[in-house]
């Protein structure tokens, strides 16, 4: 057996074995690139990024269009021991910045026809930038190093997600991390080189990390799909019927689309295996739909696991019994064998409700050039002292049934999922506070019988003001999908007995569309 100890040789035992399958599919165009194809790709890329001086370490930041050659950049920073970043080309300069100043890139590649971002931009972070075809033209007949050197520790990427203080935060991931994560999903899944795995997730999203290393590193084939195919819904449906896909993976809000568009029949995906969602809570009734349509021929599966953690460390099939009660979410059900946890009671009575602390080798390296932030939640197990025992507290309160499936109970802080998004309403209240004509301010998240939910701002201001026009520049700052739906004024936020904003109150204000 060969021993591997990091994700390039990883790749290439899968490239070797499978060198004439499909690795990518892109059925728009019918194109088709083999695994070998992507072998030379990234190698090619690999002496082009080493002949711009890039070394073992350094950070490269990348605009991914989700082309061979954006994927192939991927792998020839895990070659390289170089630790990649997909970047969000639609994310406003305020937040991009904030991110390429905390995860200072020797390079950023650019794999786009173009950007809305300016030359004096990056030279105000001191960024150097390239595009994918300046890079391949760069690339020299170098000796490569060892890529043995790479240890199993070191870091592969970093995953940036949003953070209470109104800058992002970057989990970063290790070679070992992925590596187990790869073993586990497989295993859980049964992927195997007959697979076909959708790619509908965005590329800075963590679940893009299910597709890309599960897909890329199992001999499956990756369905590769832009923001704007993802749209249309019914050409979207059609291309995965054209490509056969086997496995679908995406958070639930993406499904609900389906559903409510009627893209969806029971004729559809005649392939597919398993429909696996997770990154947020999935409606019950909508849910329901879903099995009907596909129980008999597919598996359905909720996944949880924080960025913080190789995207995913838990996974329950759904079946026709869950559905007894439509009031509830799916469990979240057992944790990956790769995992321990400790659940941190919240009341001594009921200790099998509290915080989920998570430990074992998927566990991320805490977040990059971040110490502070990293110290509060990679921490000491807290139930003891005995050993060093690091992991990592999810905020999310959980709660173990009698078959020991976890249950999903809520958060311990403002954190919360949006559109399969993990937020921090701190950082859209940052951003709003940054207006001039805010005097305070508060958001909150309010859900809805349905299970669904909206961002919901509330200000005072010192001028008269439009709501449409504040959210137009808050929508500067932070991303789409962290945009308020609604912002609404107040002559002064309601406050409790301790003087802090009263969010209770406010979730009980009606809002007038």
Request: net charge negative; charged share 20%.
């Amino acid at each position: 057996m060969t021993y591997i100890s990091n994700l390039a040789l990883a790749f290439n035992e899968i490239a070797c074995r499978f060198a004439d399958r499909r690795a990518l599919y892109y059925p728009a165009a019918d194109e088709a690139i083999s695994y070998r194809d992507l072998s030379d790709r990234a190698e090619q890329l690999a002496r082009a990024l080493h002949a711009q001086g890039l070394r073992q370490g350094q950070v490269v930041a990348l605009f991914n269009d989700k082309s061979a050659d954006a994927f192939a950049c991927m792998l020839a920073c895990l070659r390289l021991g170089l630790i990649y970043t997909n970047l969000d080309p639609a994310s406003p300069w305020e937040r991009l910045r904030k991110i390429l100043r905390t995860c200072e890139p020797a390079l950023l590649v650019n794999s786009f026809s173009d950007l809305p971002f300016t030359d004096p931009q990056f030279e105000e972070v001191n960024v150097r930038h390239i595009s994918m075809a300046e890079l391949q033209a760069s690339a020299r007949d170098v000796e490569l190093p060892d890529c043995r050197t790479v240890s199993g520790s070191s870091p592969a990427y970093i995953m940036f997600t949003s953070g209470s203080t109104g800058s992002p935060k970057g989990a970063v991931m290790s070679h070992a991390n992925l590596l187990w994560f790869i073993q586990w999903a497989r295993d859980r899944f049964s992927v195997t080189e007959h697979d076909v795995l959708t790619n509908v997730n965005p590329s800075y999203f963590d679940n893009s990390v299910f597709d890309f290393y599960i897909a890329l590193f199992s001999g499956a084939t990756l369905l590769p799909f832009t923001v704007k195919q993802v749209h249309d819904t019914r050409a979207l449906v059609r291309l995965l019927n054209q490509a056969a896909c086997t496995i679908w993976f995406s958070v639930p809000s993406m499904l609900v689309y389906l559903l409510t568009t009627r893209a969806l029949s029971k004729t559809d995906l005649p392939n597919i295996r398993k429909i696996i969602f997770g990154g947020e809570g999935f409606p019950k009734t909508k849910l329901k739909q879903l099995f009907d349509l596909f129980a008999d021929r597919a598996e359905l599966e909720n996944v949880y696991g924080p960025t913080e953690c190789t995207c995913i460390c838990s996974a329950y099939q759904v079946q026709a019994a869950d559905f007894d009660d439509m009031n509830s979410l799916a469990p979240l059900g057992k944790l990956a064998q790769n995992f321990d946890y400790e659940i941190l009671a919240l009341d001594e009575q009921n200790p099998d409700k509290g915080e989920l602390f998570l430990r074992g080798p998927q566990v991320g390296l805490a977040y990059y050039n971040d110490v502070q932030r990293s110290e509060l939640a990679f921490v000491q197990n807290p139930l003891h002292t005995r050993y060093t025992d690091v992991g990592y507290r999810t905020g999310d309160i959980v709660m173990r049934d009698a078959e020991a499936n976890l249950h999903f109970q809520g958060r311990a802080d403002f954190q919360i999922k949006h559109m399969g998004y993990r937020i921090e309403l701190e950082e859209i209240e940052a951003a709003i506070n940054t207006l001039g004509e805010v005097t305070e301010c508060a958001v909150i998240y309010k859900k809805f019988d349905n299970g669904l939910g909206q961002i919901i701002a509330y200000a005072a201001v010192n001028v008269e003001s439009q709501s449409a026009y504040l959210l137009a520049r808050v929508a500067a700052i932070v991303p789409a999908y962290m945009v308020p739906r609604h912002l609404c004024f107040l002559d002064s936020l309601p406050k409790n007995a301790n003087g802090k904003i009263d969010r209770v109150k406010l979730s009980e204000i009606e809002i007038k569309n």
